[in-house]
């Protein structure tokens, strides 16, 4: 058992960083903020429960914001922006797109709408979208109720709000503070440890995760509940994109 434990251990490290500032997060590639104020939600991908923490407050079409100062306010609240582009600034643009002339020319456009109001967490079901009308639509809002059908509000969400993509995502199976086991599994060998969730995550959703033994910080892919994994199986994971629940 303990030379499995040091081969686990081996892995992990080779799958993770050794060290860990906080929640590692990706800038989005097209940041957009419908809103009034610009959330760290806007900018990256896995931020969490920071997601709604506002980094600024539109004042035009397109804000900019200093990229430093963002990485710094991020690490305060726990995620990790390693800025590997090197940026200096990072550009807001308005979250909506302009209607095409015909639209235009009619003052609304055709678009997915909640049809009721959902909590953070909620999983969005066929008859909570509605199509209505808007005189213009988020840059990413979904052509198909099947795009979204399944995930969950990442947010409050109010009737009659018009849908964007960025709104859901995993469904929550992993909650903060969770007892998990962790599988390293690669040519035929598969290994396991106990640990203890650091955050709330979905399936396929990075978690970071601290060894119940050894106290140590790993990072791992959410596979379900309970379950996290690195290794291959993280990589087809992560690849495979927002997790859904089956909805009966």
């Known amino acids: 058992m303990k030379a499995a434990a040091r081969l686990l251990a081996l892995a992990l490290a080779a799958a993770a ?13 097209d940041t957009v903020s419908a809103g009034p104020v610009v959330t760290l939600g806007d900018l ?32 305060r609240l726990g995620l990790d922006w390693a800025n590997p582009a090197g940026l200096s600034t990072i550009v807001v643009h308005g979250g909506v797109s302009p209607p095409s002339r015909a639209a235009a020319a009619r003052g609304n456009v055709e678009v997915l709408t909640y049809a009721r109001s959902l909590m953070a967490g909620e999983i969005v079901r066929p008859e909570d979208l509605v199509w209505g009308k808007a005189a213009l639509t988020p840059a ?15 947010r409050p969400l109010r009737a009659g709000q018009a849908v964007a993509m960025r709104d859901v995502g995993s469904a929550q199976v992993i909650k903060a503070g969770e007892a998990i086991t962790v599988t390293f599994a690669a040519e035929g060998i598969t ?5 203890r969730a650091m955050q709330a995550a979905g399936v396929g959703e990075l978690l970071n995760v601290q060894n119940t033994a ?10 379900g509940p309970g379950q996290a994994v690195v290794g291959p199986l993280a990589e087809r994971l992560k690849a495979a994109g927002p997790s859904r629940y089956a909805l009966r």
């Open 17 to 29: 960083p050794p060290a860990l500032a906080g929640q590692p997060v990706t800038l989005r590639g």
């Open 191 to 195: 290994l396991s440890l106990q640990g």
């Open 214 to 223: 050894s106290k140590k910080i790993v990072q791992a892919v959410v596979a």
């Open 44 to 75: 990256f991908e896995g931020a969490g429960r920071a997601a709604d923490a506002p980094v600024a407050r539109r004042v035009g079409p397109s804000v900019v914001l200093n990229a430093r100062a963002v990485q710094v306010q991020a690490a």
């Open 140 to 154: 990413d809002a979904p052509s198909d109720a099947d795009a979204i059908v399944g995930l969950a509000a990442k």
